[in-house]
């Protein structure tokens, strides 16, 4: 039986002021792994991911509309047991907020991701005599520094919110998750739980560290030359406090659980997804800050 990995979204979140959110930070280094082709060796391929954030003080005075651009080159490779996945993203953040328009663009942060598989169990259920898949993998990654992530400190306009704004976060980070796939014909469940530790950047500033758990129905079918995986399912994601000068950052621990529903379609070795995100509940920046919309456009190669 084929088998599908279904992983994580992960994000960084920065806030002290009106003029950033917990989560507006995702910009910096997110990823996602969608429902992957079916591949032998390895797939290459490039995303696009878009992501809004609004933020506003409770008079309306300040506000914040933050929107993250992300086109990344990503691939995997299986070799045995073993996964190895690399994320190279180039960002774009556009914010319009009550202090005027700010623009940041550039390379972000690369990240290495792998896994083993560490167990596969297939059984059949009588009388009916269907078959049932159970495989687990775990594994852990790093986030490098790559992205430009200098601020200005000594301006009079600096705010901690700054930091979300430029495409990298200056610390190097890890990773650390785990994946099951639960799969019976042309269906099946996928759930993932995966653990970041962020580290202090050169500036002292500390992204909070991040739970992250996500489960996923999918069901596959073929059509014509094609086959057609729609999904549907959960995310949560939620930070511990971030810091600066060794000062928890007041507002911005937080949480958003989303729905979300995507499809992959292929033929042959070419694959292309898509997938979109819709807050079901939320907390940021103790309600000052809202997650609007996530969605994401891939085209992937196997061989």
């Not at 032998?40 to 003080?57: A, E, I, L, M």
């Not at 996964?83 to 319009?96: D, G, Y």
């Not at 159970?134 to 930091?163: Q, R």
């Not at 000068?245 to 694959?271: D, F, H, M, T, W």
């Amino acid at each position: 039986m084929k088998s599908f990995l279904f992983a994580l979204i992960l994000c960084v979140g920065v806030t002290n002021s009106l003029q950033a959110c917990p989560f507006c930070g995702c910009g910096n280094s997110n990823f996602q792994i969608g429902l992957l082709p079916t591949y032998s060796k390895g797939f290459v391929g490039t995303r696009y991911t878009y992501s809004q954030f609004n933020s506003s003080s409770a008079d309306g005075s300040q506000f914040s509309r933050d929107y993250f651009h992300s086109m990344e080159i990503w691939g995997g490779y299986q070799v045995g047991k073993v996964q190895i996945m690399a994320f190279i993203p180039f960002i774009r953040t556009h914010k319009i907020s009550d202090d005027g328009v700010v623009n940041t663009s550039g390379i972000g942060d690369i990240i290495l991701l792998g896994n083993y598989k560490l167990f596969t169990h297939t059984s059949a259920v009588r009388p009916s005599g269907r078959v049932w898949s159970n495989n687990l993998m775990i594994g852990g990654g790093i986030k490098l520094h790559t992205g430009e992530s200098k601020i200005d400190t000594s301006d009079p306009a600096f705010t901690v919110g700054d930091f979300s704004s430029m495409p990298g976060t200056g610390s190097t980070d890890y990773l650390i998750n785990a994946t099951h796939n639960l799969l019976t014909g042309n269906d099946g469940l996928v759930t993932n739980a995966t653990y970041r530790i962020n580290t202090t950047n050169m500036q002292d500033y500390k992204f909070g560290n991040r739970v992250y758990i996500n489960m996923a129905y999918f069901h596959s079918w073929s059509a014509g030359f094609f086959t057609i995986r729609p999904s549907v399912g959960v995310n949560l994601i939620s930070n511990s406090a971030n810091s600066y000068q060794r000062q928890e950052v007041s507002g911005s621990a937080g949480y958003v659980l989303s729905g979300l529903a995507g499809v992959n379609i292929q033929r042959g070795k070419i694959g292309l997804a898509a997938n979109g995100f819709l807050p079901v509940a939320q907390n940021l920046f103790e309600g000052q800050t809202r997650f609007q919309v996530r969605g994401s456009v891939a085209l992937l190669v196997s061989f």
